[in-house]
């Protein structure tokens, strides 16, 4: 019977509608964790698989920053779980890319790449598509004390993988380390489009997301910023449950059997399958939504720019407000309200490009939540942030 759905499942993504770029293009998808893409990106990231699968110079590269090993409660790096996940993720790839061409044979190696300092990353690769996995301790919740969320928010100076292979210093270090990266893909490609994938950073978008989701978006943005001839697409999380369903059949069951690999990649390693029916806001739901937002790097100017931290995050009466200007050009920063009521002005002059720290006391402000809400150098930037 499972051989059979899956059949089923794959005569119906045969039957939909995918067409092939003629074009060199590169798809970079960044992802928090081996098994997110799948829920939220999947529909553009099957296609894109495919059209890469097919002999053409199109290539996907797949970038996940955390292990996604979940160790909430402290006790330890749990190897076979993000192993687990792993295998999950490359289950996936390979289901979308063997539908159009002959089953092939992965590769494994470990590349060096250069950031503030050098850095061993694995890297593993199935025919036109290449995954990277920085392994980076999972963010779970927010009093994990080495997270990637508080390195960028400066609350922490260095941050080791779970593996222990490599350590980063400071956010730039990873920042620099995967720009060179998706230069270093890039420039395989005679002249590609290219395309960055990530999640929506944006709380007044993605509200209540997983911290990781939220700062591998920052952080690709950030990269697509920099790269300059990029299309970046940011894709709502976690929140897509509560709106319209907005895929074909053909799409659902493209995000079907990507659920269900994941899951055959879980239960295979020993753990229980990925697929929660009872639930409202579920995988049922996600599997029939994919919602995103798309910027051209290169000719539009109201792409976000992510370069916002609050540092601690719940605040307290002080904390620090980290920002950095890309380009010289007036700043303006504001604290609001979740109605929008304009609640103080921060901060409106104009400042060179470089990296800046505000020390700010909210005063008499009651607890609660609020929004900063930065526009620097033209581009507009939201961050919520919670005073305790």
């Known amino acids: 019977m499972k051989h059979r759905l899956l059949f089923i499942i794959s005569l119906s993504i045969i039957g939909s509608n995918i067409s092939f770029a003629q074009s060199s293009r590169i798809s970079f998808y960044f992802s928090a964790h081996p098994d997110d893409w799948q829920l939220f990106m999947g529909v553009n990231a099957f296609k894109d698989i495919a059209a890469a699968s097919t002999g053409n110079s199109n290539k996907v590269v797949f970038i996940y920053t955390t292990a996604g090993e979940a160790n909430c409660n402290s006790l330890g790096v749990n190897k076979g779980y993000y192993l687990a996940r792993q295998e999950s993720a490359n289950r996936s790839i390979q289901f979308c890319s063997d539908i159009y061409s002959p089953h092939s044979a992965w590769k494994s190696s470990v590349i060096s790449m250069q950031g503030v300092t050098s850095h061993d990353i694995l890297q593993l690769s199935y025919k036109n598509i290449v995954c990277y996995f920085l392994r980076l301790p999972d963010g779970c919740e927010e009093w994990v004390p080495a997270t990637i969320t508080k390195l960028a928010n400066r609350d922490i100076t260095s941050l080791m993988t779970v593996d222990s292979n490599t350590t980063y210093h400071g956010y730039d270090d990873i920042v620099e380390t995967v720009k060179n990266l998706v230069d270093y893909e890039s420039s395989t490609l005679q002249q590609p489009e290219v395309w960055i994938q990530a999640s929506d950073w944006d709380p007044l978008i993605s509200p209540a997301d997983h911290p990781d989701h939220t700062q591998t978006g920052r952080l690709a943005t950030e990269i697509a910023s920099r790269v300059g001839y990029a299309s970046l697409a940011l894709f709502e999380d976690y929140n897509t449950c509560n709106k319209p369903c907005n895929l074909t059949p053909g799409e659902i069951a493209m995000e079907a059997s990507l659920q269900s690999q994941v899951s055959f990649g879980r239960t295979h390693s020993g753990w229980l399958p990925e697929w929660d029916p009872e639930n409202n806001c579920g995988h049922v739901s996600w599997a029939t939504r994919n919602y995103f937002r798309i910027y051209s790097t290169a000719t539009d100017t109201k792409i976000p720019t992510t370069f916002l931290t609050i540092s601690p995050n719940p605040a307290g009466e002080a904390f ?6 890309m380009e010289d050009g007036p700043v303006n920063i504001a604290l609001y309200d979740l109605t929008g009521n304009l609640k ?16 700010y006391h909210s005063g008499t402000f009651p607890d609660g939540n609020y929004i900063i809400c930065a526009k620097i150098s033209g581009h507009m930037n939201t961050l919520k942030f919670t005073k305790l």
């Open 320 to 325: 620090n407000i980290n920002y950095k200007v």
């Open 344 to 359: 103080a002005t921060i901060l409106n002059e104009y400042q060179n490009r470089g990296v800046y720290t505000i020390n």
